[in-house]
């Protein structure tokens, strides 16, 4: 059954620490995305990568970071740097035909809240 | 870069009328316009989606239109139902696995 998932559904974070959310597919998508969700905000590109050990920053990507080490797996990691991490966080992947892009597929997301 | 506007921001609707969200986008390099739904507390799906070779595209109560020339795209429902409520975002990208530029949404509401 192929798909895009995300764990874990919620996460916790006290002040100050370091969490890592989790992303992997199945569909062997080149294309990997993480986007922040906010109320009114609609979804807000952190980073993306075209392809395996490659990444480009999106448009809020001040205190995030991010790895490709394998097509299957983008994992974002949410650090002390970043002063307002409370959001609902969507990893997305999509691939590529002779048409140009296709639809993006969502993980179902992962509620994050500082305490 | 690209920037993808929205609107309206909220819609209520009585259930068998129809609903029109308009999106406006920036890059005229942009040839790829997907319309998203997310129920609450769920993922984003796929409802339609249109290329920049294409006027126009329905699948079943779902049409989206698209004008090249103004830069601006459409999603229309048509005889609404109460699972249509939803929070709908309209989207852009170029070319090449580049990444999907999102609306703010507009919430709508099927009153029955």
């Known amino acids: 059954d192929g798909g895009i998932t995300q764990s874990p559904k919620y996460l916790f974070r006290k002040e100050g620490q370091n969490v890592t959310l989790s992303c992997e597919q199945n569909?062997?998508?080149?294309?990997m995305y993480w986007y922040r969700q906010d109320p009114g905000q609609g979804l807000r590109l952190i980073y993306y990568?075209?392809?395996?050990?490659?990444?480009q920053k999106g448009d809020i990507a001040e205190g995030y970071s991010v790895s490709r080490e394998k097509k299957e797996s983008f994992p974002l990691t949410v650090t002390s740097a970043q002063k307002n991490p409370t959001a609902f966080y969507l990893c997305?992947?999509?691939?590529?035909?002779?048409?140009?892009?296709?639809?993006?597929?969502f993980g179902q997301g992962t509620r994050l809240t500082v305490v | 870069g690209e920037n993808v506007e929205q609107h309206p921001s909220t819609l209520s609707v009585q259930e068998g009328d129809s609903a029109v969200i308009k999106c406006t986008y920036s890059?005229?390099?942009?040839?790829?316009f997907p319309w998203y739904k997310q129920e609450l507390g769920k993922r984003p799906q796929l409802i339609i989606d249109?290329?920049?070779?294409?006027g126009e595209k329905k699948d079943q109560r779902i049409a989206v239109t698209l004008n090249k020339t103004a830069k601006h795209f459409s999603l229309h429902i048509t005889e609404t139902q109460p699972e249509d409520s939803a929070v709908y975002f309209c989207?852009?990208?170029?070319?090449?696995?580049?990444?999907?530029?999102f609306g703010k949404g507009t919430r709508l509401s099927v009153i029955a």
């Open positions: 890059d005229s390099a942009s040839n790829y």
């Open positions: 569909l062997n998508h080149d294309a």
């Open positions: 990568s075209q392809i395996v050990n490659d990444f």
């Open positions: 997305a992947s999509s691939t590529r035909t002779g048409q140009g892009n296709t639809e993006a597929f």
């Open positions: 249109i290329r920049s070779n294409v």
């Open positions: 989207a852009a990208s170029r070319s090449g696995n580049t990444p999907l530029v």
